[in-house]
Every structure is written in structure tokens, then in C-alpha cells.
């Protein structure tokens, strides 16, 4: 299990893949990426895990940390947990008994998907709702980067986050249970966590709700994708029907945007995609929208069907998932007493712990040093170009004047700059050039007719 | 710093208080004492996007305080007193359809600041200076 030690970020920069390119740098909301020395370098102090520049690397020089499978053998009872967006990817020719197969043909011993039962989620969140009156709209805890994101950006929005836990907890409490009925002894289950998204990966490694994980292994959804696929075919197929007895169409629909706000509040919004959730946080600190009882924001555009490890598109994925919704039971007629397990054991494993604020943009803790900081930026930014090229190596102007005051960067940085002063007699041609070199490396100047960067844009 | 601010224009109100939200953050301003400042500040803005012709806002940060002024071209208020009353308002049908024009800017301008200061000239314009300290 892991210890809640210093934050880890699944997020990882290959050296060797990466070309400095910039994408990553643009597209990142946090502005949480500088490039040092040619390489694309992750300030993991402001990373939330959104995975916005694993998406956008025309290099795949991001990957994301994983498990190794063999750590399943150490185990007598392997489980596989995983949210329904798995089984929305897979063409419809395979049938769920065809998918639970392969996985249990992948040496796992018993299958669970995480959003079962539901109704103990929806009860636990409505519950909180209900005790927390005053702090409308209460924001959802389920998307990790949104909880990150509001820790560190948007402090006076904390206290509006449901302290309620994540299907995966759901399963993954519930799938104990199940095993311990039957004779399991709790530290012979092995739960290995199938997932579409490097920043459940942190929360889980490194929860931001809890001491301690349940999770005893994290797989990339990508990678289990190709290994299920690879042996699809010949898989003997046997009836699994048994272990899907608890899921439900609202479990199903749970990971797809709107699948939770429709439960809670009279008004409830759903809004997906980061950046439009940082539009939406700027105006709800503003207080700019009235009446709204329950958010649901998600980092990814269509929600976890757009999760950065899927593979199949995420529009045929949502199709797929509502397709199969309709052929499951509705949670309300499924009777909790009949499962024959302690809800409300399962209820208390979803409260969270307090979720503190972490403020990483303020330029220094003493005050009067910060605006000696932030006067010293406006002055800078009169004279830089504000065209955002990025060449700086900082995402924009902006970030660079920043950058500046915080000892992160220097003036000459600038290309623009660097040009004026050469062009002022300030600084040697030659040093200037050895500058950029030293930015940017010396291969950036070198012509070479395959340049990455230039072979991967385009149409 | 200063902004101007464009009446009638109400897809860029609320640009000026997020460029001041930024920085108090930054400053490391308290989250509650930031969100009084946001929250007046951008029902300043907005008075003057849903009621001016047009106006400046500048903003003054030392260590202990935060001043801005908001100075508008527009048609004044002719009875402050009448506009500091929770639910007045004179705005029209259409900034009212928008979500705006409740006749609660002005009161909650007064909440949410430490000193609050209004003075207006039918006619000319309205200039609101707004204190909030730390």
C-alpha cells in the first residue's frame, strides 16, 4: 500500500524522446512547464496531473509511471479493478463475458468494476450535501487534477469540495468485502487499479483525501487495452455474469460528463475540459453565478472517456457506455440488503479528510518582498515583446517576467531583448549566440531535413 | 495598474477583477480577504459596464491595503442614498435579461470593502474609491 509521503506526479519527461518543442509548455494551464536546456521540464509543485501535455507531445516524450504487472503473482486473490469507461472502448463485438475472460486469462482471479454499488456513493455524497448547507455549490471530489487544481489555485473554493471518495474506493472496498465473505483473508487480496488517468494514478500513490491507499498496484489503461486485445480472440469464454450482478446503468454513466450531477440539487451543472473549468472557477470566485446547488468538473474533455489513456475515441466510447447503460437496472432497484455486505462500513471508508489549500503562485511568503516582486515584474513586462513566442524557454511573457523576480530566469532570455541590447552594443554577437545554444541546445541550429517538431506538425 | 473598462460591453467585465485576483494570490493575500475584494471589485466593473459610457480603473497594492478607484464618464446617480439600498435599481431591461441589474452592486460593494467612498455628478460621471486592507 502506499504512505502518503511527498506528492507524486505519474507525469514523467523522457530525455531522450523529448525535442523542446514547446506544445507542452502552451497547452498546460498551470503554466507549470519550462523549457531548460531543450528539454520540456515539469515543475511538479503546480502540476495537477490534468495530463494536457501528454496529449499534446507530438514527440510521446511524456509518459506516465506504472506498475509492473508481475506484481499481481505475489497475491493469492488478484483483483482487477476498473472504471466502466474500459469496457466502452472495445469494439462491440466483444461482449463483456468476452473482456472479463481475457482479464481473468491475464492471470487475474476476479474482475470488478469500480462503480458498484452506486447507491452508496450517491447516498454518501447526498448525505454531505445535506450536512453542509451553507457552502453551495458544493463541487465535486471525483476528478483529482479539479481537487488539485482548486488546492492550489483556488483556495477560497476549498471548503466547497464534497469530502466524499472516488468510485475506485467504492470498488474497491466493496470487491474486500465480497473476497472476505468467502473466506479471504485480507492480506491475500492484491487490488490492482486499471485506470485512464495519470492524476487518479497520484491520488491513489499519493492521496490528497487519505492517509493510505487501498490500492495495492496501478495499471495504465492503454497498456492493459493492447494486452487483452492481444489474446481477445482465441480466449475461452467463460460466464462472468455473476460478477456484474451489482452494476447499474447510473454506475456506467458515472465516469461520462453529467453521469454524477444528475443525481444531486435541484440545478447541478456538469462542465468538462480544464480550461473551461478555470473559466468557470474565475467566475464562481466572483461570485458571478447564482443559484447553481452542485458542479461537476472534470479535467477531461468528455470526461473520463477522454482520459489520457484511453485508447478507443471518446465519442464512440460515450456511445458505447450508453448503449450498454440501457441494458442494466436502474440503482434504485437494486435492494442494498440483499448484497449481503456492510454498507455502512463501506459508507465510512468514503469520507475524506479535510483537503487543505496549498498556495504554489505567490511570489514569496513575506509580503512587502512580494510586491517589491510584483512592482519589479510590471516593470519588466513594458519591455518584453508580449507576443508569447516562448522562445524564453516560459510559456508566455508574462510567466517570463515572473520567471525574472523569482531568480528563475534572466533578461537576456528574451530573444527580443538579447536582440536590442546586441543591437545597442551591449552584448557580443558571439555570447548572444552561445545564449540561445545554451537554451535551446546546439542541434537547434544544425540543418537537418527530419527534424522532429518539424516531421510531426501539419495536417 | 489601470484599466479601462468599455460600456455596454459585457463579454469583458469581470477582466479587470481576475487581473487583480491574480496578483493578490501572488501576494499572498488571504483567500477570504481576496474573495471581499474580488467580489467588489467585479460589481464595480460591471456597474460601470451596464451603466457608462466608459471608465478607468486604478488600483494602488501596498503592504497593508488595497485602493482602487474607479472613475466613469456616464450619466452620474442622481440619490447615492436611494442606490445604497438593497434591491434598487435603474437598469434596463436589457442589462437586467443579462443577469445584471439586481440593485444589489452597491450594497455589496459596501459589505465586502473596509472604506467606501462615492461621489457623483449627474450628468458627468460617478468616481468610487474602495479600500480593503489585509
Known amino acids: 500500500m502506499f504512505q502518503n509521503r511527498t506528492t507524486y506526479h505519474a507525469l514523467k519527461v523522457d530525455r531522450q524522446k523529448c525535442i523542446g518543442c514547446t506544445h507542452c509548455m502552451k497547452i498546460c494551464p498551470e503554466e507549470a512547464i519550462r523549457v531548460i536546456n531543450g528539454i520540456a521540464t515539469i515543475d511538479y509543485e503546480r502540476c495537477v496531473d490534468c495530463g494536457y501535455c501528454y496529449r499534446t507531445c507530438p514527440a510521446k516524450a511524456i509518459y506516465v509511471e506504472q506498475d509492473d504487472l508481475n506484481k499481481i503473482k505475489g497475491f493469492k486473490y488478484r483483483v482487477v479493478l476498473f472504471p466502466s469507461v474500459m469496457i466502452g472502448q472495445f469494439p462491440e463485438k466483444y461482449t463483456e463475458n468476452h473482456i472479463y475472460s481475457a482479464l481473468l486469462k491475464l492471470g487475474f482471479t476476479h474482475v470488478f468494476e469500480v462503480e458498484q454499488p452506486i447507491q452508496i456513493l450517491i447516498d454518501s455524497v447526498k448525505e454531505y450535501c445535506h450536512s453542509e448547507k451553507n457552502n453551495k455549490p458544493y463541487i ?152 447553481v446547488d452542485f458542479l461537476e468538473m472534470r479535467a477531461c474533455d468528455q470526461s473520463c472517456a477522454g482520459g489520457i489513456m484511453m485508447t478507443g475515441n ?146 | 495598474m489601470s484599466f479601462n473598462i468599455e460600456g455596454g460591453n459585457f463579454s469583458r467585465a469581470g477582466y479587470a477583477s481576475s487581473e487583480i485576483k491574480k496578483l493578490l494570490k501572488q501576494l499572498n493575500v488571504d483567500p477570504k480577504t481576496i474573495k471581499s475584494i474580488v467580489i467588489s471589485l467585479y460589481e464595480a466593473e460591471v456597474n460601470i459596464v451596464a451603466h457608462a459610457y466608459r471608465g478607468i480603473m486604478e488600483v494602488e497594492i501596498d503592504d497593508k491595503k488595497i485602493t482602487t478607484r474607479l472613475k466613469d464618464e456616464g450619466p452620474g446617480i442622481p440619490d447615492i442614498g436611494m442606490a445604497m439600498q438593497e434591491g434598487f435599481s435603474t437598469a434596463g431591461k436589457r442589462v437586467r435579461e443579462m443577469g445584471f441589474g439586481a440593485g444589489m452592486g452597491l450594497p455589496n460593494i459596501k459589505k465586502n470593502t473596509d472604506e467606501m467612498n462615492i461621489v457623483s455628478t449627474v450628468g458627468v460621471g460617478t468616481e468610487l474609491i474602495m479600500v480593503n486592507y489585509f
Open chain 1, 140 to 291: 465535486s471530489g471525483f476528478c483529482p487534477a479539479i481537487v488539485k487544481l482548486i488546492q492550489l489555485r483556488y483556495p477560497s473554493l476549498i471548503d466547497k469540495l464534497v469530502l466524499r471518495k472516488a468510485p475506485h474506493d467504492l470498488g474497491a472496498h466493496f470487491a474486500i468485502q465480497k473476497l472476505m465473505k468467502k473466506g479471504a483473508k485480507k492480506e491475500e487480496i492484491g487490488l490492482f487499479y486499471v485506470t485512464p488517468c495519470c492524476a487518479k494514478i497520484a491520488a491513489v500513490k499519493s492521496p490528497v483525501v487519505e492517509r493510505e491507499s487501498v490500492i495495492d498496484g496501478v495499471i495504465n489503461m492503454n497498456e492493459l487495452y493492447n494486452r487483452v486485445m492481444k489474446i481477445i480472440d482465441d480466449v475461452k469464454i467463460t460466464d462472468t455474469q455473476e460478477q456484474r450482478e451489482y452494476i447499474t446503468s447510473e454506475g456506467i454513466l458515472w465516469g461520462l460528463t453529467r453521469g454524477e450531477s444528475i443525481h444531486f440539487g435541484d440545478r447541478s451543472m456538469a462542465i468538462d475540459g480544464i480550461h473551461n473549468v478555470i473559466k468557470f472557477l474565475e467566475r464562481l470566485e466572483n461570485e458571478e453565478v447564482p443559484g
Open chain 1, 314 to 459: 471518446r465519442f464512440l466510447t460515450v456511445e458505447r457506455l450508453e448503449h450498454r447503460a440501457k441494458r442494466y437496472p436502474d440503482t434504485k432497484d437494486l435492494d442494498l440488503s440483499t448484497l449481503h455486505i456492510d454498507v455502512d462500513r463501506i459508507r465510512q471508508k468514503l469520507v475524506s479528510d479535510k483537503i487543505m489549500p496549498k498556495p504554489v503562485f505567490r511570489f514569496d511568503s513575506d509580503r512587502i518582498k512580494a510586491i517589491g516582486k510584483m512592482n519589479k515584474a510590471q516593470r519588466i513586462l513594458c519591455f518584453l515583446p508580449g507576443i508569447d513566442c516562448g522562445a524564453c524557454g516560459a510559456p508566455n511573457c508574462h510567466a517570463l517576467a515572473e520567471d525574472m523576480v523569482t531568480g528563475k530566469a534572466k533578461m537576456s532570455d528574451c530573444i527580443f531583448i538579447q536582440q536590442r541590447w546586441q543591437n545597442e552594443g551591449k552584448i557580443q554577437a558571439g555570447k548572444a549566440y552561445r545564449n540561445l545554444e545554451k537554451k535551446w541546445g546546439t542541434d537547434r541550429f544544425e540543418a537537418d531535413c527530419n527534424k522532429k517538431g518539424k516531421r510531426n506538425e501539419g495536417f
